[in-house]
């Protein structure tokens, strides 16, 4: 039996040793350059949003494709979708910079997660966190601000593109071709573009309704149970939504809002719920009738979902009312809500051959200035209506304890506490 001389081994324990230790700095010098690049990265998408590229020797589209890391990461994890729009401003006087008015304008006019950067000279960027059927709308309202803000800045002049993750792509760069093509399908009679998106789930679902209808005329005597069988879906939407209004029924609010704002919590996010009567509605019903007051509060709902996102839930509250659940801050909240005030008393609402108008009263409460869960906040934002209501103040308020604690609000019983 052969056996390792003590020389022979002490060599080898040397060696391993050597090894061991040559193992551990390189495990500790790839671990120190990934938190180095971690940080570097932060730091990078805390300075896109302050300095322009230049400053911080980086080319707009290096920013823009961090940016766009971030975002597509952020939203494959928590399966949302988001948009990008590339606002371009051909012959615009100065060059696009980070510090431009151009940039204020558009972040003064988002939301405070909504990213801002530029792509080239006559080229902002605008990611936004929403569904891809707010992109124009939302859009459309950023334009009209800049117009406001900055007079040589035109609807006619300004061209938008905008493409939606995941519908037009899963990378960056198909994203950003995608919103380049869109901006060249721009016309001055259509400013703002974004291209369909083919959903292949409904191509295949309107093949299926196609074959069933073939069948249906084939067998006139098939049961009413299958040829229904396929409408689900839309039994499914009838039960959680009102009739008139198109949103969520007071039943259904409690549920959903209660969902949505755990969620918001637990991704420690600001959020803001918008208690808001509809003024008048007793004097329409008794001499217009029930179905001019039902015609008001469908025109009143739907300047609700123009001026809101896809993923602010809107509910029908108690008969004359609407909560909203929103995630912005408070000083968004207090813009959103005066621009729907402003919209609500100048829109005409149509019933027959008549047309109405009426105003809404809104009490704001905000996650987390003035409540941890719901229920708070639903108390803060009545008390609020009801001071506004019994003081005819027919506007938008933001709870103050001072003023709204000395009103007794009773909860509706669909509201309720989130205890944790």
Same mark, same amino acid.
């Not at 805390?46 to 952020?74: F, N, S």
């Not at 209660?258 to 509605?281: D, H, P, W, Y």
């Not at 829109?347 to 109405?356: C, I």
């Given at each position: 039996?052969?056996?390792?001389?003590?020389?022979?081994?002490?060599?080898?324990?040397?060696?391993?040793?050597?090894?061991?230790?040559?193992?551990?700095?390189?495990?500790?010098?790839?671990?120190?350059t990934?938190?180095?690049?971690?940080?570097?990265?932060?730091?990078?998408?805390?300075?896109?949003?302050?300095?322009?590229?230049?400053?911080?020797?980086?080319?707009?589209?290096?920013?823009?494709?961090?940016?766009?890391a971030r975002y597509?990461?952020?939203?494959?994890?928590?399966?949302?979708?988001?948009?990008?729009?590339?606002?371009?401003?051909?012959?615009?006087?100065?060059?696009?910079r980070?510090?431009?008015?151009?940039?204020?304008?558009?972040?003064?006019?988002a939301?405070?997660?909504?990213?801002?950067?530029?792509?080239?000279d006559?080229?902002?960027?605008?990611?936004?966190?929403?569904?891809?059927?707010?992109?124009?709308?939302?859009?459309?309202?950023?334009?009209?601000?800049?117009?406001?803000?900055?007079? !040589? +800045?035109?609807? *006619?002049?300004? %061209? $938008?593109?905008?493409?939606?993750?995941?519908?037009?792509? =899963?990378? /960056?760069?198909?994203?950003?071709?995608?919103?380049?093509?869109?901006?060249?399908?721009?016309?001055?009679?259509?400013?703002?573009?974004?291209?369909?998106?083919?959903?292949?789930?409904?191509?295949?679902?309107?093949?299926?309704?196609?074959?069933?209808?073939?069948?249906?005329?084939?067998?006139?005597?098939?049961?009413?149970?299958?040829?229904?069988?396929?409408?689900?879906?839309?039994?499914?939407?009838?039960?959680?939504?009102?009739?008139?209004?198109?949103?969520?029924?007071?039943?259904?609010?409690?549920?959903?809002?209660?969902?949505?704002?755990?969620?918001?919590?637990?991704?420690k996010?600001?959020?803001?719920?918008?208690?808001?009567?509809?003024?008048?509605?007793?004097?329409?019903?008794?001499?217009h009738?029930?179905?001019?007051?039902? !015609? +008001?509060?469908? *025109?009143?709902? %739907? $300047?609700?979902?123009?001026n809101?996102?896809?993923?602010? =839930?809107? /509910?029908?509250?108690?008969?004359?009312?609407?909560?909203?659940?929103?995630?912005?801050?408070?000083?968004?909240?207090?813009i959103?809500?005066?621009?729907?005030?402003?919209?609500?008393?100048?829109?005409?609402?149509?019933s027959?051959?008549?047309?109405?108008?009426?105003?809404?009263?809104?009490?704001?409460?905000?996650?987390?200035?003035?409540?941890?869960?719901?229920?708070?906040?639903?108390?803060?934002?009545?008390?609020?209506?009801?001071?506004?209501?019994?003081?005819?103040?027919?506007?938008?308020?933001?709870?103050?304890?001072?003023i709204?604690?000395?009103?007794?609000?009773?909860?509706?019983k669909?509201?309720?506490?989130?205890?944790?």
């Amino acid at each position: 039996m052969y056996l390792f001389s003590p020389t022979i081994a002490a060599q080898l324990d040397l060696i391993s040793s050597v090894f061991g230790i040559i193992a551990a700095i390189a495990v500790s010098f790839i671990t120190i350059t990934l938190v180095a690049s971690y940080y570097r990265f932060q730091n990078i998408v805390q300075q896109a949003e302050e300095l322009d590229p230049t400053e911080m020797g980086a080319a707009p589209k290096e920013i823009l494709r961090v940016q766009l890391a971030r975002y597509l990461a952020g939203s494959a994890r928590r399966g949302t979708s988001f948009s990008i729009a590339l606002i371009r401003i051909p012959g615009y006087f100065h060059p696009i910079r980070i510090d431009s008015p151009v940039i204020a304008g558009i972040r003064k006019a988002a939301r405070r997660g909504d990213i801002s950067c530029v792509l080239d000279d006559e080229t902002a960027v605008l990611l936004i966190e929403s569904e891809p059927e707010d992109g124009v709308t939302i859009l459309t309202r950023i334009i009209q601000s800049l117009e406001a803000e900055i007079s !040589d +800045v035109s609807m *006619g002049q300004a %061209r $938008v593109g905008i493409a939606s993750y995941p519908g037009h792509g =899963l990378s /960056g760069k198909d994203l950003t071709d995608a919103a380049l093509d869109a901006i060249g399908k721009t016309t001055p009679e259509e400013p703002i573009h974004m291209l369909e998106i083919v959903d292949l789930d409904d191509d295949e679902e309107d093949e299926e309704g196609d074959e069933a209808a073939e069948e249906a005329v084939d067998e006139p005597e098939a049961e009413e149970s299958d040829r229904t069988s396929k409408g689900w879906k839309e039994r499914r939407k009838n039960s959680i939504l009102d009739e008139v209004t198109g949103v969520l029924k007071p039943s259904a609010v409690s549920a959903y809002m209660q969902r949505t704002m755990s969620e918001m919590r637990r991704k420690k996010q600001t959020a803001a719920l918008f208690c808001i009567g509809v003024n008048n509605m007793d004097h329409i019903a008794r001499f217009h009738g029930a179905e001019a007051a039902d !015609d +008001v509060m469908a *025109g009143v709902s %739907r $300047v609700l979902q123009e001026n809101m996102r896809a993923d602010d =839930l809107i /509910g029908r509250h108690e008969k004359y009312a609407f909560l909203v659940l929103l995630q912005c801050s408070l000083d968004e909240a207090e813009i959103i809500g005066k621009r729907i005030t402003s919209c609500v008393q100048q829109a005409e609402f149509k019933s027959e051959n008549k047309k109405l108008k009426t105003t809404i009263t809104l009490g704001v409460a905000t996650y987390p200035d003035h409540g941890r869960n719901l229920h708070h906040l639903y108390l803060a934002g009545q008390r609020v209506l009801d001071h506004s209501r019994a003081n005819d103040i027919r506007a938008y308020a933001v709870y103050d304890p001072e003023i709204h604690d000395k009103v007794q609000t009773k909860p509706i019983k669909s509201i309720k506490a989130i205890n944790e």
